[in-house]
């Protein structure tokens, strides 16, 4: 029986370093798991995923505040640390990486990473600057962290093919693990977000994975054309009156750019909805 772990927190980049460098001399390989808290199921089988591939599990836990957009949730982005600690705890992490924000960006700090190809459409339209906040968080922390192994949701399918990108393009030594979303029993992704929702703005939201559903149900029977897709995807979730359409749109599922005809296995359809004011993005492989 597998020994019970505690779980550290480190507060500093210099301590996280110090920790690397001692994990790394004993010949210890490490999976990394960036997350901004408030953890749910979502993030508890990414973390069940990193204990099955590496010898020591890292979990982050910032809130990083270049992703967020003027008059974006940053501000009431939800968080416990308790509760997040006992997460990880229970989850058999090992660290739990808590840098703080003066570290991260510190005065006249002014160096981005930019991605000008694969985050250029879906939420890199509606988000502005977005991507370029991720990737230069996640550079910073895997520069922190060295890992070897770090581990994403399906659900952010765009942010994962982004950082895919920059992790082969700028030679970073690490390899991208991308796990299937996790869903509320009534089919709506687990998201951190969702705890903003009231009753009647969930029971609307649940029409999101039922047009998700119904776009695989045409794809099976044959249907290849993305317009048809698209456009059926779209009157679904317009049916409801709380959900305004950010975008539906087929893309590669890969470079993130829009398909004319469904590949199979190639295809992704990606959908992004406002429930009143809360923001939701959920996808699908075709």
């Not at 089919?187 to 951190?192: F, V």
Request: charged share 30%; hydrophobic share 40%; aromatic share 8%.
């Amino acid at each position: 029986m597998e020994k019970e772990r505690k779980t550290e927190v480190i507060r500093s980049t210099a301590e996280m370093r110090e920790v690397v460098a001692r994990l790394r001399s004993a010949g210890e390989t490490i999976c990394f798991v960036p997350t901004m808290g408030y953890l749910h199921r979502g993030h508890l089988s990414l973390i069940e995923a990193a204990r099955k591939r590496a010898d020591r599990v890292v979990v982050s836990l910032f809130v990083n505040p270049i992703q967020f957009g003027p008059n974006e949730d940053y501000d009431r982005y939800p968080q416990d640390f308790d509760q997040d600690l006992a997460a990880c705890r229970e989850s058999g992490v090992d660290y739990l990486f808590c840098p703080p924000g003066e570290e991260m960006y510190p005065p006249k700090y002014s160096t981005y990473v930019d991605e000008e190809r694969y985050s250029r459409h879906l939420c890199g339209i509606s988000r502005p600057n977005h991507f370029r906040g991720v990737l230069t968080v996640v550079a910073k922390l895997f520069n922190i962290v060295c890992p070897d192994f770090a581990v994403f949701g399906q659900k952010d399918a765009q942010q994962a093919a982004v950082i895919r990108k920059m992790v082969a393009d700028l030679h970073f030594g690490v390899e991208i693990m991308v796990e299937p979303t996790v869903r509320e029993e009534d089919g709506l992704a687990m998201s951190s977000r969702n705890i903003h929702l009231t009753a009647g703005q969930r029971e609307d939201a649940k029409m999101i994975f039922q047009a998700l559903t119904r776009a695989r149900e045409m794809v099976e029977s044959g249907v290849t054309n993305t317009d048809r897709v698209e456009a059926e995807v779209t009157n679904m979730l317009t049916s409801r009156r709380r959900l305004r359409v950010i975008y539906v749109e087929v893309v590669d599922s890969e470079t993130m750019e829009r398909r004319r005809e469904i590949v199979s296995g190639k295809s992704l359809l990606a959908v992004a909805v406002w429930v009143d004011e809360v923001r939701l993005i959920d996808n699908t492989p075709l």
